[in-house]
């Protein structure tokens, strides 16, 4: 066991302040990895805020890390001392049910163990995230960083990037598809990437005129601004699917309306009650879905950062100092950030 730096939530009133914690020794299949950069997710926000009334105090939040390995368990084959890699959302899962075999670990039937905040399965301790100097991962939940592939701005791909494009793979985005983003966050603007880098057509769909060249700038290929009812009736049953990555209470009645028949609509950033009703026609008359979608499991993220890496696909973010990582928070508050913040790990040290 080893005595490392991180921050970590105290309370849900009082800001991120730093903390000593341990770190396992590495069992025979783990992996220890030095932090290099960990992105900073409304995740972490939300966790540390206890705003799903899930915490435990205290926490380290941070579930998009990249490091480089320190030191490898007896049995590990894949990572040698030396390798950059990385850790997204998920640190282990039953590994047995039917959703794990299917390389579907985040749908593990008897839960996956969290990044931080969730009870390690072997020793009962509660995880810690990646707002820390080092971490200690089971060999088959850590990621290989493609050759060329820029690391700070791939950290928040283990989170943004994988959240836009499981739904994209598992609906068989392609080629000639008309695909709609509702939102241009940190979400929205790696769901846009991707779904142009699949073949697809892609709209912004965005409430405020502010962000139309922004989005065009992204590569969309069209901006509605969904305030305008003339631009919502224009484009009536027009789309394959809608991906909703707005993460607060909004009515999807009007986008479920640009759908075609048999289009599907995925929300991914939503977790409260939908607000208002949807309305069952929208859904009955033209065959359509509504659909949720979650992160990706171990092999699908993968699979993500060599498509990242082929398609010199990144994510925009802005570099922070550990130490301003409360400063961070007030700003993601107000959507003040072009998309992702990222820790620079090394200010840790300072």
């Not at 025979?28 to 705003?51: R, T």
């Not at 305008?228 to 009007?254: C, G, R, S, W």
């Not at 939503?270 to 949807?278: N, R, T």
């Amino acid at each position: 066991m080893s005595e490392v730096n991180a921050y970590a939530a105290h309370a849900d009133d009082k800001p991120l302040e730093p903390l000593t914690i341990d770190r396992r020794s590495p069992r025979p299949d783990d992996v220890a990895i030095e932090i290099l950069y960990c992105g900073v997710c409304h995740s972490d926000l939300h966790f540390a805020k206890n705003d799903w009334g899930l915490t435990r105090y205290p926490v380290v939040p941070g579930h998009e890390i990249v490091g480089r390995v320190t030191s490898v368990g007896d049995d590990v084959t894949r990572f040698k001392v030396g390798d950059v890699v990385g850790v997204g959302c998920m640190v282990d899962s039953c590994r047995t049910c039917s959703a794990c075999q299917d390389d579907v670990e985040q749908y593990c039937l008897n839960g996956f163990t969290m990044t931080y905040g969730s009870d390690d399965r072997q020793d009962g301790t509660m995880t810690q995230g990646g707002y820390a100097e080092s971490i200690v991962v089971s060999e088959p939940f850590v990621l290989t960083m493609p050759e060329g592939i820029d690391l700070p701005s791939a950290a928040p791909i283990l989170c943004a990037g994988i959240t836009t494009y499981s739904p994209l793979r598992h609906y068989g985005v392609k080629k000639g598809h008309k695909v709609g983003v509702i939102g241009m966050g940190g979400l929205g603007h790696m769901g846009v990437k991707l779904a142009k880098a699949l073949g697809a057509e892609v709209t912004v769909f965005t409430r405020s005129d502010a962000k139309v060249e922004e989005a065009k700038r992204h590569g969309a290929d069209h901006v509605v601004v969904s305030s305008d009812e003339a631009q919502m009736k224009a484009v009536a049953e027009t789309y394959d699917f809608m991906l909703d990555t707005v993460p607060v209470q909004h009515d999807i009645n009007p986008y479920l309306a640009t759908l075609k028949y048999d289009g599907t609509h995925i929300m991914v950033g939503l977790m409260d009650p939908i607000e208002p009703a949807v309305q069952g026609a929208n859904l009955i008359f033209k065959r359509r879905v509504l659909a949720g979608s979650l992160i990706g499991g171990i092999a699908e993220t993968q699979e993500l950062l060599d498509f990242c890496a082929e398609h010199n696909i990144t994510c925009d973010v802005e570099m922070i100092d550990m130490q301003n990582i409360n400063e961070a928070f007030e700003r993601m508050k107000k959507g003040d950030v072009h998309y992702r913040f990222v820790i620079d790990m090394k200010s840790l040290k300072n």
